[in-house]
């Protein structure tokens, strides 16, 4: 008999800016919910920042266009998977491209290649949630900035039911 894989939680960050309010706050979110898995969409920026996300879920991230600390990649390996510029995850069957966002061409190809069931990305701050072409596109939106989202999200997404929930936690 195979091996029966439970539905998955992930939460889906983006955008921290080494905020470390913003981060921590979104730890203990995705910590209360129970989360398998968290996915941080780029622009950590250094390390210090990085290293909140130690906590009891797997994590993996990807590097953002702020992120010039190369030294990141090795703070996150300590803990979880550094995906560098992209990279795909499978959860529960689900597949999951995540890509920092840095080009709309990029992101239209992952949404448009039919590959993935979700394409996580961040970069443009501003929460987004529809599909196109059968993927699903998730930013959970990123540190507040002027003419982008003036409260700071995350997202979790349940593998069993699709469901994408976004909370404000900024």
Known sequence: MPAVIPPMLVGICSDTHDNLDLVNTAVDYFTEQDVDA???CGDVVAPFSATPFDAPFEFYAVRG?????WNLQNAIA???????????IEFDGVDVAVYHGTSEDVVDALLGCGDYDYVLRGHTHERVHEEREGTVHVNPGGLPIPGADDEYSVTTLDTETGEVEF???G
């Open 167 to 169: 909370q404000r936690v």
């Open 65 to 69: 266009n702020n992120d010039g600390e």
């Open 78 to 88: 300590e803990f979880g998977t550094y995906l560098g510029e992209m990279g795909a």
């Open 38 to 40: 968290v996915v941080h």
